[in-house]
């Protein structure tokens, strides 16, 4: 069932938005400020390419002592940074397929 839910995704969008991804992949890889979003950023590539079948697990899950309020609030800002660069056009796409 999976592998069918996958095609399905693939055939109706899910191609068009991991395309998108990938760019947004790339250009954080370009700009030195959201260099660590990088690898979030080709998680999600990958599971917008093959969503059924994998599972997208918070980092505070796997180890929760390690929280850090200094990380949260650079983290915060990190996230503003990505909506106004990569955000809202991804929102779009997805939207759009």
């Known amino acids: 069932m999976r592998t069918v839910l996958n095609i399905l995704n ?14 947004a992949t790339f250009f954080s890889i370009i700009f030195i400020i959201t260099l ?4 979030s950023c080709w998680e999600i590539t990958k599971l917008s390419l093959i ?3 994998n599972e997208a697990v918070h980092v505070d899950e ?6 850090n309020s200094v ?8 996230n ?7 955000g809202w056009w991804l929102c779009l796409s997805h939207i759009a397929v």
């Not at 899910?14 to 990938?22: E, N, S, Y």
């Open 62 to 67: 796997l180890e929760p002592q390690s929280k």
């Open 80 to 86: 503003i940074v990505w909506l106004v660069l990569f």
């Open 10 to 23: 693939f055939v109706l969008g899910g191609f068009a938005t991991t395309l998108g991804w990938l760019v």
């Open 71 to 78: 990380l949260n609030a650079g983290g915060t800002l990190l």
């Open 36 to 39: 660590p979003l990088t690898r």
């Open 51 to 53: 969503p059924y079948g």
